[in-house]
T-cell receptor, first 114, second 111 residues
Framework: AQSVAQPEDQVNVAEGNPLTVKCTYS??????LFWYVQYPNRGLQFLLK??????LVKGSYGFEAEFNKSQTSFHLKKPSALVSDSALYFC????????????FGQGTELSVKP | DADVTQTPRNRITKTGKRIMLECSQT?????MYWYRQDPGLGLRLIYY???????NKGEISDGYSVSRQAQAKFSLSLESAIPNQTALYFC??????????FGPGTRLTVL
């Protein structure tokens, strides 16, 4: 069965420092991987995805993520955090040929302090 | 105008009542989804539809039903609401394997 784990409930970072939000996954076939962000009282917004190709994918708002097949990970990164990046981040996985049924991680609350 | 809209945005109801949550989209996508979000559990798929004639159960469909009235409309019903259905409900749409677009959510409280 497909699954996604976000091992940290909360990540705290100082503004200007690099940030990493971790995600590991388990699928039996080729994974389709996604990151979404949720701001308070809002729906989820798409950040980036990995389907195939280059392991480093770049997305919205300066975020990027690296697909690591051997470690079954898809960590979200940003070189320099902003206070406005503070939000709830979700990793999600779909499996090739499963037709868009996303399995979400439990979410990681990112807090960026000035 | 928002691409994916949900009504109502907030609803408080009592145990045993029938509730319908509605979702409309203007993105022209064939695929639509209903999720619920609970703190610490992420989002869980309730039902999904890949076209007007296609309805499928998700991970947690018990106690829920859906209707796909048109390509643009996908409704979620709670036939007899119970307190553990108190949650934030999201509708989403997608085009095949591309990213899903989410509505603003409906906060449902069942007393």
């Amino acid at each position: 069965a497909q699954s996604v784990a976000q091992p940290e409930d909360q990540v705290n970072v100082a503004e200007g420092n690099p940030l990493t939000v971790k995600c590991t996954y388990s699928v039996s076939g080729n994974p389709y991987l996604f990151w979404y962000v949720q701001y308070p009282n809002r729906g989820l917004q798409f950040l980036l995805k990995y389907i195939t190709g280059d392991n480093l994918v770049k997305g919205s708002y300066g975020f990027e993520a690296e697909f690591n097949k051997s470690q079954t990970s898809f960590h979200l990164k940003k070189p320099s955090a902003l206070v406005s990046d503070s939000a709830l981040y979700f990793c999600a996985v779909d499996q090739e040929n499963q037709g868009g049924k996303l399995i979400f991680g439990q979410g990681t609350e990112l807090s960026v302090k000035p | 105008d928002a691409d994916v809209t949900q009504t109502p945005r907030n609803r408080i109801t009592k145990t045993g009542k029938r509730i319908m949550l509605e979702c409309s989209q203007t993105k022209g996508h064939d695929r639509m989804y209903w999720y619920r979000q609970d703190p610490g559990l992420g989002l869980r798929l309730i039902y999904y539809s890949f076209d007007v004639k296609d309805i499928n159960k998700g991970e947690i469909s018990d106690g829920y039903s859906v209707s796909r009235q048109a390509q643009a409309k996908f409704s979620l019903s709670l036939e007899s609401a119970i307190p553990n259905q108190t949650a934030l409900y999201f509708c989403a749409t997608s085009d095949n394997y591309n990213e899903q677009f989410f509505g603003p959510g409906t906060r449902l409280t069942v007393l």
